[in-house]
């Protein structure tokens, strides 16, 4: 088990690259001078000319992204255009609150998903299950950012229930974790119905009704228990998915977190921000994953077996 984690550690460094490879391209051809963004508008030409010359964006691309991936080994991610500030204590100072809204995304998610979709399995084709599959249809289907709006529209500026947006207590949460939870939840939903359909199909589920084991104890105890990992495997890819892809649901509502804070550096230009940002985001998300697979070996004996 040990091997499999170093590994899965070891495979982190080519992901990093690639991906801040890729974002550094982008944000290296796109539009904009970073000189004239720091200075203003009204700098003259000769002193952005000279900030240029000393932040080294003169240099050929190449010189200038392994420049950057060196000064991040380092833990050096540089400062923010548009603060000034070193880019990692921004970004842990709004980590919180992105880290807030995922949780409670994903507990909106298995509080809906997990028990329609074990109803859905063991009602299969009965009312109950066609309107929680057209759900959850409408679940993935449906933008967060669309959504989002329609219960801002309904539960804030018609009703007054909840605030608009920001984060100022319980209640300024409700509104985008339901937004971020709906798509989740749909999935999940499909995932443990399909899964639980799989399962008490099996034998050893029959022979356990046929020895007259309570419907409740054979759902709860045999069918469940042995559908939980590829409902851990959504559940764990969906809460790294929602901890690095919560932009539009914090733009939506103006919540000070991570995705906001890449938002607005993406719009100014802010290519540190931009590629710590991305950087955080890929190695959470990496992270996450890695703890969904330790997971497994909880769940499942046989599969920890295998790293031995």
Do not use: C
Not at 63 to 80: A, E, H, M, T, W
Not at 81 to 104: C, H, N, Q
């Amino acid at each position: 088990m040990h091997k499999y984690i170093l590994r899965r550690l070891l495979l982190l460094i080519p992901v990093i690259l690639g991906v801040t490879f890729i974002v550094f391209s982008i944000m290296y051809l796109t539009p904009g001078d970073p000189a004239q963004i720091i200075l203003g508008e009204s700098a003259p030409p000769e002193k952005v000319a000279q900030l240029r010359e000393e932040m080294g964006l003169n240099d050929p691309f190449i010189i200038q992204y392994f420049r950057f991936v060196k000064n991040g080994l380092k833990g050096d991610f540089g400062r923010s255009y548009s603060t000034r500030r070193p880019v990692f204590s921004e970004i842990f100072a709004r980590f919180p609150a992105t880290l807030k809204l995922t949780i409670a995304g994903v507990l909106v998610a298995i509080i809906i998903g997990i028990p329609v979709g074990i109803i859905s399995a063991t009602k299969q084709y009965s009312l109950f299950d066609n309107v929680s599959m057209i759900g959850a249809l409408l679940g993935v289907s449906m933008p967060n950012f669309w959504f989002g709006l329609m219960l801002v529209l309904v539960f804030s500026v018609m009703l007054g229930w909840f605030p608009s947006g920001g984060d100022n207590g319980l209640a300024s949460l409700v509104l985008p974790a339901i937004t971020l939870g709906t798509s989740a939840a749909a999935l999940i939903t499909r995932m443990t119905r399909s899964s639980m359909l799989e399962v008490i199909r099996q034998d050893y589920i029959r022979t356990a009704r046929a020895k007259g084991v309570l419907e409740k104890k054979v759902i709860n105890k045999h069918a469940l228990k042995n559908a939980l990992i590829p409902i851990i495997t959504v559940v764990g890819l969906q809460f790294g998915y929602l901890l690095g892809g919560a932009v539009l649901t914090e733009t939506v509502f103006s919540w000070p977190g991570v995705g906001r804070l890449l938002v607005d550096a993406i719009r100014q230009k802010d290519t540190p921000m931009v590629l710590a940002s991305v950087v955080f985001v890929s190695v959470t998300f990496s992270f996450v994953n890695l703890m969904v697979d330790i997971l497994y070996a909880y769940v499942d004996p046989r599969i920890k077996s295998q790293y031995k």
